[in-house]
């Protein structure tokens, strides 16, 4: 067995594995992570339990092989113009891992502004693309800093539809609604309650339940009984430092703790 397999996986590759688990027996949908962890998270998906799992280069093209971050892939398999892409959004096609500048208990997501939206204290991304991918495919969310600042109470702006919102609305924006996983530096989290608000789904090693709910801005649904964040198996481990991540990208996202 190589050193690599031996060696204590780090906080930010189970970060990675926790976020490839969200695109576990997808089938032939497109990965739209963003951020460095669920970009490599995508990769090892592909190269392990997920091998029908469409990739693009960030930008137009379907890549038929894995390469590392910050490389460009050899195999071209098709063209994703922007109209295509979005015929893919609308029909369901695709589990985007979006960032989130705020979230609340509801799931739902602000990138676009801090503080009265008519006069905000800060300018951020805009409501880019969320409301749409937040209404028609699965859509999940990375968080490589979980602190009372994203997990907030009430987001100042909702760019991201939450549950509530999107039940208030009607079947027509709840019917393909869903956020599977909320994945953060601390731990994952996802809606699976009666009232379809947050709940801790597991911890990485090394945190505890004190330190989310201390670092959570409303009160999570909490188990009795915890689990641990999966471990990444010898192989896993492999891939993400060897193949998808040599240069380790990944420490700069969730550093070691």
Known sequence: MSDVATTTAT???YCVVACAEAWRDAGEVLASPMGTVPTIGARLAK???SPDLLLTDGEALLIGDVPAVGTKAEVVEGWLPYRQHLAMVATGRRHVMMGASQLDR??????SCIGDWARPERQLLGVRGAPVNTLNNPTSYWVPRHSTRVFVEKVDMVSGVGYDRAAAAGPSASRYHRIPNVISDLGVFDFETPDRTMRLRSLHPGVTVEQVVEATGFALTIP???PGTREPTP????????????NGLRDREVPTV
């Open 47 to 49: 190269l392990t339990f």
């Open 235 to 246: 192989e896993e481990v492999r891939l993400i430092r060897e193949v998808i991540d040599p």
């Open 106 to 111: 509801h799931g739902n997501q602000n990138i």
């Open 11 to 13: 906080r930010a590759e």
């Open 224 to 226: 009795d009984d915890v």
